[in-house]
């Protein structure tokens, strides 16, 4: 089977109904990619596949054959944080930091889109993503700052 | 009292960069599950299935291979068969009675993940069931009681003279809902002893369970925490049941053992908040002046002892609310259900008995006829007054003065009027809500814990001592602060040791909104201690006097005249005298005085004051309710780190918002736990709270670090109760019981 990770082609063994995310974790090492619930609610498994944000604990690495995969080690640019990385540092973004790299996935998307970065669409640009610690505010806060820094 | 000021020397005060968040916002931070262990097995728990029951037989598939399967049940146990805590009832794996649905009762551990799963439904455990008890206040075992009086001899006369108002408050339980289940890993060691890799708050709980259930003594366990995803009292004390039952397995197999529990089983089988029944039953004077109060508090234990004891101690020690009462009569039990055991979650019994006395101050303000944030102010503790059990506030009080500060950040009395006037089927409502919240150990806890902590010298700085753990709280960062500025060190010069109970003093477990206060400051007396010591070291090799040598952005100068960079320093100290390490006890302030036996006394040194204003829209078609707007204030003493302040002050706030409005768990009746899903038990997304306003104030604590006070579990106390206020206003109806759903709205309108 073949994907694009992080711009790096891989080629790889694997069941095709293996899920997505134990293939990042385990066959191709990448475990910034977290599990949270297995069932597609909490987010922490979020990745993009050809740009769309999805839950990888839903799916089959057959689904994802050929195409292209971006997870949280690849937001990050030639080891340099990526400035939507700086803005959760600075504002707190992060906390115990579980459901972080699939929030920073989500908000790298959201970042791409383009959208007016409104509490309203950043909110719904991360509602996928379940925070126990933060309560979404420096979350928020974060993301409109990078949004800010672009424009 | 002042406001955040921007401008300050040093590090504390200021917002950093957190110390581990390079690693969170890339990825690399490495969690249990993303260490893997040569010859690693994984874990599995047979469990019961009845919720109280004899347990006949386990039986094991004889056409199953089980040759690669590794089994555990309470016989293979070489120690006592307990999860060591405050009660040692509990077992570590059911051998005879079963008492809740979820009770372990065998292990298995595979090299395979897929065969594993097979090997689960290839035991059956018949057991023979009994009635379970579900209703706490059917329930006639009692894990344990309190009473706290306040000149009860004029309570009588009190109701007879004044105006009675009576009510009765319901919580039901709240899951934790960290983000990263329970996690542990096992190793066995050729000295037959065991270290525990683990997702866990309190690494000594573990240690000391693991002692007693494998008979080892302290040199042949070790405990380390790695990067925990979110605990919130979720892992105070279950780490040590899944701790338990990895290293009974590890032993056994000769092999590292990896258990990680799936979500449903975390949620079905782990430790959540008391639900509680309340009665309250207050005398209050027309003026609204507080008179007399009678509360009993039944809380829920579940099937065994564990943390209960205290949980309910907190609780009914902050019964009466932020309020001065001339009398009053608490009483609290905490019983058994044949229910998984509650236990610590944020707030620790506060929140619950918070809801009630909150929720109750609404309905004294509806039937006196007094705006609810008036009551309040007219009988919010001040500096002079005396809590329930006797103990005169004398310093650091703020409950006035976040009333004040959140009623105008929230625009309280406008709201207040303009939507008291609204019509049709959406209707706007503002309520507001005071807590307060005891730091650190209750009574003597810290005395008898005696917490030890503090900090070494490195070739560049220093490095923090402590098993206090970074749960995403921000213990690392905030630790490095308060050393680096006792020190006159830069930030990033102070690291934070290992979490290892092999290596690290005791600084006690990572609970009841202690650890700034009560390790943060016995690190920076270390510190400081460290500081006078090299101090002294500089004077002797620059031949000036002692009293003259200051470090000050990690450069030691006298007089005005740069001496040495400390990092230089350090390393001469080093090679000359091998090293530097003090570990400092912590030092409870002598005038702070707790009879346990009486509850008479200083329960708490001191308290953190909040106030929340919530504005909610109800719609009258659908019972469903919106936030529309949420405003904090909130006396922390000192902010040693504001933005993480915040963020412990919003992150708590949101949890009380799902506790408010969403979250509930729901049973059968024979003790099943229904919901156990992300997708059936709801918490808040960030779609369903609004932009918050948070404001911090500093109002000092004289013994605190700094100045600085307990802060985590405060946020969670108030903002369930100001809803209720809310909606009182948006509706007319007081909704005496938690969540508020659609349902029960719909009940309550339409009663």
């Known amino acids: 089977m073949k994907l694009t990770v992080n711009g790096v082609p891989r080629s790889f063994e694997a069941p095709p109904l293996k899920r997505l995310l134990d293939v990042l974790r385990e066959d191709l090492g990448l475990t910034g990619t977290k599990e949270g619930c297995g069932e597609g609610e909490c987010g922490a498994c979020s990745v993009l596949i050809d740009g769309e944000l999805v839950n990888s604990c839903l799916v089959a690495v057959c689904q994802a054959d050929g195409c292209s995969v971006l997870t949280v080690e690849g937001v990050a640019r030639n080891g340099d944080l990526a400035p939507v990385q700086k803005c959760f540092l600075d504002r707190g973004g992060a906390q115990c930091g579980i459901c972080t790299p699939g929030m920073i996935v989500a908000a790298h998307r959201f970042l791409e889109c383009g959208l007016p970065a409104t509490n309203e669409n950043v909110r719904e640009a991360i509602a996928g993503n379940l925070c126990r610690c933060t309560g979404y505010a420096k979350i928020v806060e974060a993301i409109q700052l990078a949004a800010g820094q672009r424009s | 009292m002042k406001h955040i000021e921007l401008e300050q020397q040093g590090a504390v005060g200021r917002s950093p960069p957190r110390k581990d968040g390079a690693d969170k916002v890339t990825g690399r931070a490495r969690y249990l599950d993303d260490l893997n262990f040569p010859g690693q097995l994984w874990g599995r728990t047979v469990r019961s299935h009845v919720a109280h029951g004899r347990i006949r037989e386990i039986v094991w598939d004889a056409a199953f291979d089980w040759t690669d399967v590794v089994r555990v049940t309470a016989a293979d146990i070489p120690g006592e068969n307990v999860v060591h805590l405050i009660e040692d009832d509990q077992p570590m794996l059911a051998a005879d009675v079963v008492r809740h649905r979820e009770e372990p009762i065998a292990l298995l551990a595979c090299a395979d993940r897929e065969k594993l799963e097979e090997a689960l439904a290839h035991v059956r455990v018949e057991i023979e069931e009994l009635e379970p008890v579900l209703d706490p206040l059917r329930s006639t075992v009692v894990f344990k009681s309190y009473r706290i009086e306040q000149a009860p001899q004029g309570l009588a006369q009190a109701f007879a003279d004044a105006r009675v108002i009576e009510g009765t408050y319901r919580v039901g339980h709240q899951e934790q809902m960290y983000i990263e289940p329970q996690a542990v890993a096992a190793i066995p060691r050729e000295d037959g002893g065991i270290t525990i890799y683990g997702s866990m708050q309190c690494p000594f709980y573990v240690h000391r369970a693991l002692q007693r259930l494998l008979r080892l003594d302290d040199s042949q366990v070790a405990v380390i925490q790695v990067v925990t995803g979110g605990g919130f009292g979720g892992k105070e004390d279950y780490p040590s049941v899944i701790s338990g039952h990895a290293a009974l397995l590890a032993r056994k197999a000769r092999r590292p053992v990896k258990m990680i529990y799936k979500r449903e089983e975390d949620v079905a089988a782990t430790t959540k908040r008391h639900p509680a029944v309340m009665k309250y039953r207050t005398a209050v004077e027309a003026d609204g002046t507080l008179v007399a109060l009678e509360a009993e508090i039944v ?7 564990t943390l209960s004891p205290v949980v309910a101690s907190r609780g009914v020690l902050h019964a009466g609310g932020a309020y001065r009462w001339r009398h009053a009569r608490i009483d609290c039990r905490v019983v058994q259900t044949h229910t998984p055991p509650n236990g610590a979650f944020r707030g620790f019994g506060v929140p619950q008995t918070m809801f009630a006395i909150e929720s109750h101050m609404e309905r004294v303000a509806v039937a006196l006829g007094i705006d609810p944030l008036e009551l309040r102010r007219k009988n919010a503790l001040q500096i002079g007054d005396e809590l329930p059990t006797g103990q005169k506030l004398t310093s650091s009080v703020s409950a006035r003065e976040v009333l004040d500060v959140v009623a105008a950040r929230s625009d309280y009395a406008r709201k207040r009027k303009e939507y008291g006037r609204s019509v ?8 507001i ?23 070494e010298l490195t070739d560049r700085g220093a490095r ?22 006792a020190l006159g060190l830069a930030l990033d010069d102070v690291e934070v040791a290992e979490n290892d109970t092999s290596k690290m003093p005791d600084s006690g477990p990572t609970v009841a909104s202690r650890t700034t206060m009560v390790v943060g400051g016995t690190i920076t007396r270390a510190a400081a201690a460290m500081a ?41 100290y080093l090679q000359e005298r091998g090293s530097l390490r003090i570990i400092e006890n912590y030092r409870h302030p002598p005038e702070i005085r707790f009879d346990d036996a009486t509850y008479r006394g200083d329960a708490y040194p001191c308290y953190g004051w909040a106030a ?3 504005e ?3 719609d009258l078609d659908t019972y469903e309710i919106s936030l529309l707007d949420v405003s904090t204030a909130t006396d922390v003493g000192r902010a040693i780190h504001p933005v993480l302040a915040e963020g412990q002050v919003e992150g708590g706030t949101v949890q009380a918002l799902g506790y408010a409005l969403l979250e509930e768990h729901v049973w059968d009746q024979r003790g099943r736990l229904l919901n156990t899903r992300m997708q059936n038990y ?34 969670m106390d108030g903002p369930a109760p100001a809803v209720v206020g809310a909606v009182l206003h948006a509706t007319g109806k007081l909704i005496p019981e938690i969540p508020l759903s659609p349902d029960r709205v719909m009940r309550a309108v339409l009663s």
């Open chain 2, 299 to 305: 809380m829920d234990g579940g099937a065994y002892v």
């Open chain 2, 424 to 431: 049709g089927e959406k209707r706007r409502g503002i309520g």
């Open chain 2, 433 to 455: 809500s005071l807590a307060f919240h005891g730091a650190g150990f209750t009574g003597t806890g810290e005395v008898k814990l005696k917490p030890r902590a503090g900090v």
């Open chain 2, 464 to 485: 923090v001592l402590s098993v206090s753990t970074d749960i995403g709280q921000g213990t690392i960062t905030v630790f490095s602060q308060m050393a680096a500025d």
């Open chain 2, 532 to 572: 006078r010591i090299l101090q002294g070291y500089v004077a002797q090799v620059h031949d000036v006097p002692a009293a003259e040598v200051s470090c000050a952005g990690g450069i030691f100068s006298a007089r005005g005249r740069a001496l040495a960079p400390f990092a230089a320093i350090a390393k001469r």
């Open chain 2, 612 to 614: 929340t204003a919530v």
């Open chain 2, 616 to 618: 909610v829209e109800v």
């Open chain 2, 682 to 715: 709801v918490i808040p997304t960030a779609l369903d709270v609004p932009r918050m306003h948070t404001t911090l104030l500093e109002n000092p604590y004289p013994s605190g670090p700094y100045g600085a006070k307990g802060l985590g579990e405060l946020p």
